[in-house]
Every structure is written in structure tokens, then in C-alpha cells.
């Protein structure tokens, strides 16, 4: 089964009233200009060195950045409806927006020809959505206050053996993903096999009563995330990789352990009618470069799509990315369509159960 466009259209349209258009950019902007939206911060300063200044340099088309929600569905569909566009490209978009922007058709096909593209594994690659980066949900703690380690997600529950402060997500996708595992479903497919049933729900919820009065922050910004672990104020906090490894590289004590963690593609998508498609195309295409993805990922650890990326990332740095070998086998992916046919009725039910006493 799969999201039906016209619910696909529903879910975005929820949040489209609340976007504030910015200011279309004028006509007068070169014909040779691509204006580009990214999630900003470490992503623009990343992408910059990687892709925006080289793609300048070697095209001659010059790279716009603009900064835009994490979550950009609704922006999608009111440039479309509008005709009128802010950007040309967006990147960063995660893959369960990307299928419900494709459902809704939003979006533009992309040119998924030529050597570079022919080395991206088909799951990282669709005719609308391509993935240069991996980012996974993993277990993340203090080693000060672990210095045994911890050695899945089941430790999260383990309160009388594991003393220490716990922050969880504000999300129901990944707690209750990390419910399941911690009762001793294997990721991937046995947890929607799980979930097929009311009472898999029923058994998910049940393991978060077990550990709700534990839990210290409920987190719902991914940088929070990050300066919870850093600062000290808890030790256990399941979080995206990146972050993670950004509170030890400010000096933290802080360690992840992929067993167990679940991942999402993340990556690039130009919306339908976009005038500039075909630059943007373009520009996709130099995103599939082992080189380009290997100089992305020396300054924001996700994982390269393109394997062959992996020839020019200093070893160092190679081993603490979410598609390194070692660490990938560890991991399986979000159903991003399990997860779309399930999204209202499971943040109704999680946001519910959080409220009561």
C-alpha cells in the first residue's frame, strides 16, 4: 500500500498556510544563476566547499544559497501552486518528504545518467529523489558517566544498572522504533511486520510507559539534541549521528554506538515547473561525485551515497561515517512509506500518551 496523492496533499497542506513566502528573486539575476536551498548552518558551510564554489568554478553558473525550514514540504507546494519560486533546487530534504513531495507530484524528474550516478546503489537514487547523504538515528551517550559503554538501546531501560540522566525525542517514528528494539525486535522489516498489528502498537507504547518518569528532556530541535550531551546535563540522549559526533568534536565525552540505529536517506529535489530544472539537473548530477561527496562529508559526517567516496575520506574520518562499512551493517532503514500511511495516527497517539500524568 502506498500514500494516496490525494492524502499526500492533505499532509502538506496542513502547514501550507503558515509559510511566509521570502522575496522571488528578481528577473534581472543572470540566466547562469541557480539559486539553491539547504537547511543552513554546517550544511551551507559544507556544501559551499563541496559543491557550491567548485560547481561555480568548473560551470561558470553561480550558486545562491538560501536558507529554508528543516521540513520543506509546504514551501514545495506553495511555490508550485503559485508558479512563483524562491529556489531552484533544495537539498538536505530527508527521503519520507521527498516520497510524499513525489506522491503529490511536486517535483521534478531527475537525469539519473552517466558514470557517477551508475555507481549510486539503486536505494539511494529514485526518477524524482536523489540521496548524496545518509544520516542515521543512533544511541549516543556520556562516557564520562558510561565508561563500560552502553551496548544497544535496551540500556536506555536498563534504570537500576544504567544510573544516569536520559533526554528522548519529541517524535513518534523514533521512539517508537527505539521501543521496539529495546524490547528485543530486530530492526527493519520485523518491526513494520510488528506494527501490522494493533496490539504491536499496544506492545510499543506499553515498553515507553517503562520509561517515561526516567526521561529527563523531551527534545524536539536536532542542535538541542546535541547541547544536552555536550553541556552535561544528560547522559543518554538518542540522536542523530552528526550531532552527536559535533558534541565530541567540541570535547565532550560523548560516544555512539550504531548497533541498532535506523537510517534515512537525505538528499535533493527540484520542484515541478521549476524554470530552471534543467541547471538544476545539472547540478544534481555533480552532487554524485565520489570526490565532491568526500569533500561534503570532511566537514558534516553523513554518510556518502557514492561508495567510491570513500577513496578520497581520510581513514579517521571514514570510520565515523553512518555508510562505512562496519557501521551500516549495524543499521537498518525507515519505511518511509510505512511510516507516511502511519504518520497522523501515530503523532496523534504519541503526543497523546505524552500528556497524560
Same mark, same amino acid.
Given at each position: 500500500m502506498t500514500i494516496k496523492r490525494r492524502d499526500a496533499l492533505k499532509l502538506i497542506g496542513a502547514s501550507a498556510g503558515a509559510v511566509v513566502m521570502p522575496a522571488i528573486w528578481s528577473r534581472s539575476v543572470a540566466a547562469e544563476t541557480l539559486i539553491v536551498s539547504d537547511p543552513g548552518g554546517v550544511y551551507t558551510k559544507a556544501w559551499t566547499e563541496a559543491y557550491y564554489r567548485p560547481f561555480a568554478k568548473e560551470t561558470g553558473i553561480a550558486i545562491v544559497p538560501v536558507v529554508r525550514r528543516s521540513n520543506p514540504a509546504a514551501e514545495f507546494k506553495a511555490q508550485v501552486d503559485a508558479k512563483k519560486y524562491n529556489w531552484d533546487i533544495s537539498g538536505g530534504v530527508n527521503s519520507d518528504v521527498a516520497e510524499l513531495?513525489? +506522491?503529490?507530484? *511536486?517535483?521534478? &524528474? *531527475? !537525469? *539519473? @545518467? #552517466?558514470? !557517477?550516478?551508475?555507481? /549510486? &546503489?539503486?536505494?539511494?537514487?529514485?526518477?524524482?529523489?536523489? @540521496?548524496? #547523504? /545518509?544520516?542515521?538515528?543512533?544511541?549516543?551517550?556520556? @562516557? !564520562? +558517566?558510561f565508561p563500560k559503554g552502553l551496548k544497544s538501546f535496551a540500556d536506555i531501560w536498563d534504570i537500576k544498572g544504567q544510573l544516569g540522566r536520559r533526554a528522548m525525542r519529541r517524535l513518534a517514528r523514533d521512539m517508537i522504533e527505539i521501543a521496539l528494539r529495546a524490547d528485543g525486535v530486530p530492526g527493519g522489516d520485523q518491526v513494520y511486520k510488528v506494527l501490522s498489528e494493533p496490539a504491536g502498537w499496544d506492545r510499543a507504547f506499553k515498553k515507553l510507559d517503562e520509561i517515561k518518569s526516567e526521561v529527563r528532556v523531551w527534545w524536539d530541535s536536532s542542535p538541542q539534541s546535541a547541547q544536552l550531551l555536550?553541556? #552535561?546535563?544528560? !547522559? /543518554?540522549? &538518542? +540522536?542523530? =549521528?552528526?550531532?552527536?559526533?559535533?558534541?565530541?568534536? =567540541? #570535547?565532550?565525552p560523548v560516544v555512539v554506538n550504531w548497533n541498532g540505529g535506523f537510517y534515512s536517506p537525505a538528499g535533493w529535489l527540484i520542484p515541478k515547473g521549476a524554470p530552471k530544472a534543467d541547471l538544476a539537473r545539472r547540478f544534481v548530477k555533480f552532487c554524485a561525485r565520489a570526490d565532491r561527496q568526500a569533500a561534503y562529508v570532511d566537514i558534516l559526517p553523513n554518510g556518502p551515497s557514492n561508495p567510491s567516496a570513500y577513496k578520497y575520506i581520510r581513514e579517521a574520518v571514514a570510520k565515523e561515517l553512518p555508510s562505512f562499512p562496519e557501521n551500516f551493517k549495524q543499521t537498518t532503514r525507515v519505511n518511509d512509506e510505512f511510516w507516511g500511511r502511519n504518520k497522523a495516527m501515530s503523532d496523534q497517539r504519541f503526543n497523546e500518551w505524552l500528556l497524560k500524568g
Open positions: 513531495l513525489a +506522491t503529490s507530484q *511536486l517535483v521534478e &524528474p *531527475l !537525469d *539519473l @545518467s #552517466g558514470e !557517477d550516478m551508475s555507481e /549510486i &546503489p539503486a536505494e539511494f537514487k529514485s526518477e524524482y529523489f536523489f @540521496s548524496d #547523504g /545518509i544520516v542515521t538515528f543512533v544511541l549516543a551517550y556520556r @562516557s !564520562d +558517566t555536550q553541556s #552535561g546535563e544528560v !547522559d /543518554i540522549c &538518542p +540522536t542523530f =549521528n552528526a550531532r552527536a559526533q559535533s558534541a565530541a568534536q =567540541n #570535547g565532550a
